[in-house]
């Protein structure tokens, strides 16, 4: 099965810095910034794209720095059914 | 014609609980005190609870969760977090009414309050944050401090032969008849914030029951007061403060009832 596709959104100036979320993560997405942030904490940044959107490292972050995606597959809305079309039709759809 | 077919959707799965105010807290990078406040925040923000919840903060590292946790508090002298919650429930007992605690607040100072209100099994929730030490004050021993281990008051470890063995409190109160719901979790890793999370919902849940205390411990690093690094702080309970301290529930509804 393929491996579902997340994302991360670290908030960095909030971030301190402690490492738990990079411990966390079974992907290994997240590395320390070679750069302080304003409060002088190297922050936590996303280096791979192999998120799987799992939450480990956001459930784990004692600052609540981290917001989770993951990319679920949805089934588009059928907006317009057309059947038995004799003549010119015209259809407009609102979205 | 049908015009069917997948789209893919990036999902929100994981978002800041909006019942934790958007501030920077002064908890030391890697502490389980910023995770306990959060999974309270969560749990008052699912159950939609938060005009209806007071807390109860202590003297300790967690004496300013009233600056994190955005739902109406007081904040005890040291102890006595859990009497001025019983005095809260009482005259308001229709609200959501929880103490938060440390170690050195709940298990040391305040151990008569404690002991009292679980005994009198008032129809509040106690959160019992245990780290082994006294966090605030530069790490002293508690009485929850594991053997051996060093403090600023035990610098060559724990002797319990001079000073006592760690005090289990959270098996103590789950004698008590006056306890409803005693459990010990920890925040250290995904699962245990899972399960610790489900315990704290619960503990709230079960207070519109009015079948006494809840009593929830979280076993907790203070990687500052233990001088480790957060990440080597949390393999160190993992493997030390577990083993004297294990997870899991104390005190079911169903024991009380049978
Ligand atoms: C009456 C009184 N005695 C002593 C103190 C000093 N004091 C402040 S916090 C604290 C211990 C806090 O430890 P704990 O409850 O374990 O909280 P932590 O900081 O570890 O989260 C002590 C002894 C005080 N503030 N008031
Ligand atoms: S001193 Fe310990 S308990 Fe207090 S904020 Fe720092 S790590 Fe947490
Ligand atoms: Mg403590």
């Known amino acids: 099965m393929a491996k579902a596709k997340g994302n991360i959104i670290i908030d960095i100036e909030k971030c301190k810095g402690c490492e738990i979320c990079m411990d966390a993560c079974p992907e290994d997405v997240i590395a320390m910034s070679k750069e302080v942030n304003n409060k002088g904490y190297l922050y936590a940044v996303k280096i791979e794209d192999s998120c799987t959107g799992c939450t480990n490292c956001a459930l784990v972050c004692p600052d609540a720095v981290i917001t989770v995606y993951r990319e679920v597959k949805k089934k588009k809305e059928q907006v317009a059914k057309i059947t038995n079309v004799t003549g010119n039709i015209t259809v407009t759809v609102d979205k | ?258």
């Open chain 2, 1 to 258: 014609m049908s015009v069917e077919s997948l789209e893919k959707i990036d999902t929100k799965v994981f978002e800041r609980p909006t019942t934790l105010i958007d501030t920077e807290m002064h908890y030391c990078p890697g502490c389980g005190h910023g995770v306990a406040h959060r999974l309270i925040a969560e749990v008052i923000d699912e159950l939609g609870i938060v005009e209806d919840t007071i807390g109860v903060a202590p003297v300790g590292c967690s004496v300013f969760a009233y600056n994190y946790i955005g739902v109406d508090f007081s904040q005890a002298a040291h102890g006595r977090a859990s009497a001025v919650a019983t005095g809260i429930k009482r005259v308001l007992p229709e609200k959501y009414v929880f103490s938060y605690q440390g170690d050195g607040d709940l298990a040391a100072i305040g151990t008569g309050e404690t002991i009292h209100t679980c005994n009198r099994g008032e129809n509040v929730l106690i959160i019992f944050i245990n780290n082994g030490i006294y966090g605030m004050t530069g790490g002293q021993m508690a009485p929850t401090t594991l053997p051996s281990m060093k403090s600023t008051t035990s610098p060559f470890g724990r002797d319990t032969k001079s000073m006592g063995f760690p005090l289990k409190i959270t098996e103590l109160v789950a004698q008590l008849p006056g306890t409803y719901y005693v459990t010990r979790q920890s925040v250290h890793k995904p699962l245990n914030v899972r399960r610790a999370k489900k315990a704290i919902q619960k503990g709230f849940e079960y207070q519109k029951l009015n079948k006494g205390t809840c009593f929830i411990e979280i076993v907790s690093n203070c990687n500052s007061g233990w001088k480790m690094s957060p990440v080597e702080s949390n393999k160190w309970m993992d493997e030390h403060m577990l083993a004297y301290y294990p997870l899991g529930d104390i005190k079911l509804p169903n024991d009380t009832e049978a």
